[in-house]
């Protein structure tokens, strides 16, 4: 059951942008379902491949690079057949492996309701069904291949999450001559930073009858409220990070409201592997400012999915307050406002740190916490929550399913 709000809502845009997605400096595309085990017939190689020590024969290697090019040359002519364009296919042949593109003439555009960097986002109706979709137009320079690289990488992780709080890839329509592709996903009225923004929005609870519960306060309702996004948002996120998956992007605009109140998390154009199969160097150029946690500040690029609860912290702050708790306008004073609410890490975490700016952007005086004397009003139970995610050591925020455990969600 969702979390309902006032039908009389404002419509907000759903914020799908992509903003800083293709950037050159982020880790290549990289897939998580390669079977080690499973082998094709043109991958063995037979006893006259092999030399008189075991090693494969210069022949032989020349034998099996044909073999496989040949075999990648059916499977893109099996996608350009499908419909796919040759400069996706040629690309992104395994984000799209198994589908088919849906036709644009299908579809009828409505109005826009976002734009990016990258991207458009217009609402749309399916001809067929009458029902509202969302439509992400990703538009390419030249069809270059970095880009759509990155593109190939969200819609492979879009592909392998399926959960009720995750945001759903139903098809994909492009061109064989555009050099853009449009992404067809399901269509949410709200996202948490337009319902925390506007007026007009009346938190209620589907459950409560409140002819029956007429000593319940807007406070009590308006708690009961953010405990239920809350515990949508950390569903999401632990389905993500069971399937190796981290957000890296997590903020209000990126979490989708539909007007029964459930709350799906979209926008996973930042996103990448954690899984320890596929370690690499990671930027740290990665999450929103206002929600982006001290060690990528710090420059880390070794981290986990720690990073999306710091946000998820920000995000449960900013429910309870109404704003965002740490606005800062650059990333040194973002780092300082951190340190100045959580504290600023201990002597050890310095010493055994080697993060690219710890030595520059250390504070000459230790700072002790002050977030609970800062939310001495709110219930304990949710700022202990929120000093859990909002630990500045990342093995201390614990996990999505140990917040899940908390009171609050």
Not at 182 to 208: A, C, N, R, W
Request: aromatic share 8%; net charge positive; proline share 5%.
């Amino acid at each position: 059951m969702g979390c309902v709000s006032s039908k009389q809502a404002v419509s907000v845009t759903p914020a799908i942008d992509h903003s800083g997605s293709f950037r050159p400096n982020a880790a290549d595309f990289s897939d998580t379902n390669n079977k080690n085990n499973e082998r094709t017939d043109s991958s063995v190689l037979t006893r006259s491949e092999l030399g008189e020590s075991g090693r494969t024969s210069s022949t032989a290697c020349e034998s099996l690079s044909f073999r496989l090019g040949n075999l990648h040359k059916y499977v893109e002519g099996e996608h350009i057949a499908a419909g796919w364009p040759a400069w996706l296919s040629a690309v992104a042949g395994e984000a799209i492996h198994g589908w088919i593109p849906l036709r644009a003439d299908a579809f009828e555009k409505l109005e826009k309701i976002g734009q990016g960097t990258y991207s458009s986002v217009f609402r749309a109706r399916e001809l067929e069904t009458g029902k509202i979709v969302a439509l992400k137009k990703v538009r390419f320079d030249n069809f270059e291949p970095e880009s759509v690289r990155f593109m190939a990488r969200e819609i492979t992780i879009l592909r392998r999450l399926h959960h009720p709080n995750i945001i759903k890839l139903q098809g994909l329509i492009t061109s064989r001559l555009s050099c853009s592709i449009y992404l067809v996903f399901e269509y949410m009225e709200h996202d948490i930073t337009g319902l925390l923004s506007s007026p007009q929005v009346k938190f209620t609870e589907p459950q409560l009858r409140f002819s029956s519960y007429s000593c319940l306060t807007e406070e009590v309702i308006f708690g009961v409220q953010i405990k239920c996004y809350m515990k949508q948002l950390l569903s999401g996120l632990q389905h993500c990070h069971s399937r190796g998956v981290m957000h890296r992007d997590i903020k209000g605009s990126n979490l989708l409201v539909n007007n029964e109140g459930i709350l799906k998390v979209a926008d996973f154009g930042l996103a990448n592997f954690s899984s320890s199969a596929y370690r690499h160097p990671l930027t740290s150029r990665v999450v929103t400012l206002w929600y982006r946690p001290p060690e990528l500040l710090l420059g880390s690029t070794d981290y986990g999915p720690s990073v999306d609860l710091w946000s998820v912290g920000c995000v449960f702050a900013e429910l309870l307050v109404g704003k965002p708790i740490l606005q800062g306008r650059t990333e040194v004073e973002q780092l300082h406002k951190i340190f100045k609410l959580c504290g600023s890490p201990p002597d050890e975490y310095w010493k055994k740190t080697r993060l690219p700016h710890a030595t520059l952007f250390k504070p000459q005086q230790a700072y002790d916490s002050c977030l609970r004397q800062s939310f001495k009003d709110l219930p304990s139970s949710s700022v202990n929550l929120l000093q859990t995610l909002l630990s500045v050591e990342p093995y201390k925020r614990g996990t999505a399913a140990s917040a899940l455990s908390s009171e609050v969600a």
